[in-house]
């Protein structure tokens, strides 16, 4: 059998064990959670590939799956680190442009993240 994810993706998870992605798609309805669960496995399967209006880049190395639902505006926010995908954190986007706080705390994840990955806290 051919594996045709060429990246892996995974949730970002704090020290104490919470999962921001996980509490965020959780808040959502069924429908919706399906419909970004497609999205991330096709983000899984073309990383850097997937086109706008898709995926973009927001800053450095933060970027972002978009997803619409019924005109609301989903985001998850997500870096590369290797063959694979960390996401950070979701949010409906309410405005026109990636909230400052959205990419500070996806920007405060990525630090997190690496730092944990040093000093063997996080093995992948």
Avoid at 19 to 29: A, H, I, K, Q, R
Avoid at 76 to 93: D, E, S, W
């Amino acid at each position: 059998m051919v594996d045709i994810f060429r990246y892996q993706i995974l949730f970002y998870q704090t020290a104490n064990g919470s999962c921001p992605t996980e509490d965020f798609l959780n808040s959502l309805p069924v429908k919706v959670r399906t419909k970004i669960s497609r999205w991330i496995e096709r983000l899984e399967i073309c990383g850097p590939d997937l086109p706008r209006p898709y995926a973009d880049i927001i800053r450095d190395k933060i970027r972002e799956l978009r997803i619409v639902f019924a005109s609301q505006q989903y985001r998850l926010l997500y870096f590369f680190h290797g063959r694979y995908i960390v996401i950070t954190h979701g949010f409906i986007k309410k405005t026109s442009g990636v909230p400052i706080q959205e990419m500070e705390k996806a920007q405060n994840i990525i630090v997190d993240f690496q730092f944990r990955i040093r000093n063997g806290d996080i093995i992948i």
